[in-house]
């Protein structure tokens, strides 16, 4: 069965750290990855979209690889900030354009001073 | 542009009740999704509606049901509350299929507590 895999465990950095956060993926052949950040009481928020066929996208602070032969995606924070603490969570979205989002369980970020 | 409006934020009921959550999408958006988020299974797709129609399912009971009207607005009814049905109900709008991107805009969300 299909199966996305971050985290459980909570990551704690030092505030100018680069973050690295990983999703891997079984038995699926996503489109695209998303990234999305999810604050406590609110709903995530989309950051970055990655296509199948690119390596790696920038946005910011922010960057996205996409290793589709490691079925994995890392999401990295450089210059990390308290403000950046949240929890962080990729989907899955299959071919075709009905398609629904699979999401990951989410890694919990937490950036000290 | 006025984000994705869920009511109610919060709801108490006890098991055997039945529950309607409320989604108004972000104006222009077609496409409406609900998701149950637990600590345990973490954000699970129940449906999506297009056009007011059904275009995909979750693996959910058929106590969970949907629908959307005309106006892209979506309602989540869950029939026959059980205890494991607590969680944070979350919906989503997005323009449509845009290729095959399927960009989510979540609201707040409902938080569902059945006693």
């Known amino acids: 069965s299909q199966k996305i895999e971050q985290n459980s465990e909570a990551l704690n950095i030092q505030e100018g750290k680069t973050a690295t956060l990983t999703c891997n993926y079984t038995n699926y052949s996503p489109a695209y990855l998303q990234w999305y950040r999810q604050d406590p009481g609110r709903g995530p928020v989309f950051l970055l979209l990655?296509?199948?066929?690119?390596k790696e996208k920038r946005k910011e602070r922010l960057k996205v690889t996409f290793d589709t032969t490691l079925k994995q995606s890392l999401f990295h924070i450089t210059a990390s900030q308290p403000a950046d603490s949240a929890t962080y969570l990729c989907a899955l979205v299959p071919p075709g354009t009905a398609s629904k989002l699979t999401f990951g369980t989410g890694t919990r970020l937490q950036v000290t001073l | 542009k006025a984000g994705v409006t869920q009511t109610p934020r919060y709801l108490i009921k006890t098991r055997g009740q039945q529950v309607t959550l409320s989604c108004s999408p972000i104006?222009?958006?077609?496409?409406v999704s609900w998701y149950q988020q637990t600590p345990g299974q973490g954000l699970q797709f129940l449906f999506e509606y297009f056009s007011e129609t059904q275009r995909n399912k979750g693996n959910f009971p058929g106590r969970f049901s949907g629908r959307q009207f005309s106006n892209s607005r979506s309602e989540m009814n869950v029939s026959t509350l059980e205890l494991g049905d607590s969680a944070l109900y979350l919906c989503?709008?997005?323009?449509?299929?845009?290729?095959?991107?399927?960009?989510?805009?979540f609201g707040a969300g409902t938080r569902l507590s059945v006693l």
């Open positions: 989503a709008s997005s323009l449509g299929p845009q290729g095959g991107k399927n960009i989510q805009y």
């Open positions: 990655i296509r199948e066929n690119e």
């Open positions: 104006s222009g958006h077609r496409s």
